[in-house]
Nanobody, 117 residues
C-alpha cells in the first residue's frame, strides 16, 4: 500500500503561482510513474503532468510552459509548480502513482486550487 498526501492548494489571483506537494508514504519513484491530475466541477479527471523514473516528463498542452513537475527522491515527494495561473486552472488536483509494470494506481485525496480575482 502507498498513501499519497497532497498539500499546497488554495485561492490565488489570475497570474499568480502555487506549488503543490505530494508526499508518498514510502520510496516508490523507481517503480511508479508519478502524476498530477485535475478535475473541474462537472468534468472528467484529466492528466496535467507526469514524471517517470529517470526524470522524463510530459504535460497537458494547456499547461505547457506554465507548470513544472519535479520530484525529490530523498523526501518521497513530487511537486507541481504552477505559474501564470488562469481561472480555467480551477479544479481539484489529485496526485497519482501508477505502477510502471503492473499498471495499478494509488490516488491522493485531492487539493482544491481556485484561481479567481
Amino acid at each position: 500500500q502507498v498513501q499519497l498526501v497532497e498539500s499546497g492548494g488554495g485561492l490565488v489571483q489570475p497570474g499568480g503561482s502555487l506549488r503543490l506537494s505530494c508526499a508518498a508514504s514510502r520510496s516508490i519513484f523507481n517503480s511508479y510513474t508519478m502524476g498530477w491530475y485535475r478535475q473541474a466541477p462537472g468534468k472528467e479527471r484529466r492528466l496535467v503532468a507526469q514524471i517517470i523514473s529517470g526524470g522524463s516528463t510530459n504535460y497537458a498542452d494547456s499547461v505547457k510552459g506554465r507548470f513544472t513537475i519535479s520530484g525529490d527522491n530523498a523526501k518521497n515527494t513530487v511537486y507541481l509548480q504552477m505559474n501564470s495561473l488562469k481561472p480555467e486552472d480551477t479544479a481539484v488536483y489529485f496526485c497519482n502513482a501508477r505502477h510502471q509494470i503492473l499498471g495499478y494506481d494509488y490516488w491522493g485525496q485531492g487539493t482544491q486550487v481556485t484561481v479567481s480575482s
